[in-house]
T-cell receptor
Framework: KAGVTQTPRYLIKTRGQQVTLSCSPISGHRSVSWYQQTPGQGLQFLFEYFSETQRNKGNFPGRFSGRQFSNSRSEMNVSTLELGDSALYLC???????????FGPGTRLLVL | GEDVEQSLFLSVREGDSSVINCTYTDSSSTYLYWYKQEPGAGLQLLTYIFSNMDMKQDQRLTVLLNKKDKHLSLRIADTQTGDSAIYFCAERDVDTGRRALTFGSGTRLQVQP
């Protein structure tokens, strides 16, 4: 099975712009979670989607949003980018009783 | 609330065993995971254990869980230079139904030839 894929892998934006990141889960996985990784804050949970519905949300401002499509692919959007949004954004998909999360390679976002 | 702590750095010689430690605070039914992250890469799942287990072994990896002390360890036997990476401990509280993982800060393992 192919793993979790994320596009783009690298992105450079300027303050005030918005950005959309994409995640394709492992085939058959219906749950997709997003995490932000920064040197200062480490790995932090953003949100989780299942069957096109947001099930959980982390402690991030409303500028961070996401959605999931009927094929389980997910996108996250960050509006009005700030310098502090520079990070590695990781997507994970899971399924089954244990719901072990498998991560993609991440999208590295740099905000200038 | 959930909190996961790890030591920041471990250095071992090639061929030795590595032991990476983690403590967690959640008292509910919990899944505990170990992930590996190499430079510029995402997180690779190594293994996981449920909080009603004491030990799990998978090839060179042994996970030990001390429920009383809420202490989790990952032992890597015969450590190789390719094992150099950051290792993250993470927990997921089953009882709350939340699927979010709470991660430790990561332990950087350096393997010296």
């Amino acid at each position: 099975k192919a793993g979790v894929t994320q596009t783009p892998r690298y992105l450079i934006k300027t303050r005030g712009q918005q950005v959309t990141l994409s995640c394709s889960p492992i085939s058959g996985h219906r749950s997709v979670s997003w995490y932000q990784q920064t040197p200062g804050q480490g790995l932090q949970f953003l949100f989780e989607y299942f069957s096109e519905t947001q099930r959980n949300k982390g402690n991030f401002p409303g500028r961070f949003s996401g959605r999931q499509f009927s094929n389980s692919r997910s996108e996250m959007n960050v509006s009005t980018l700030e310098l502090g949004d520079s990070a590695l954004y990781l997507c994970a998909s899971s399924s089954g009783e244990v719901e072990t999360q498998y991560f993609g390679p991440g999208t590295r976002l740099l905000v200038l | 609330g959930e909190d996961v702590e790890q030591s920041l750095f471990l250095s071992v010689r090639e061929g030795d065993s590595s032991v990476i430690n983690c403590t967690y605070t959640d008292s509910s039914s919990t899944y505990l995971y170990w992930y590996k992250q190499e430079p510029g890469a995402g997180l690779q799942l190594l293994t996981y254990i449920f909080s009603n287990m004491d030990m799990k072994q998978d090839q060179r990896l042994t996970v030990l869980l001390n429920k009383k002390d809420k202490h989790l360890s990952l032992r890597i036997a015969d450590t190789q230079t390719g094992d150099s990476a950051i290792y993250f401990c993470a927990e997921r509280d089953v009882d709350t139904g939340r699927r979010a993982l709470t991660f430790g800060s990561g332990t950087r393992l350096q393997v010296q030839p």
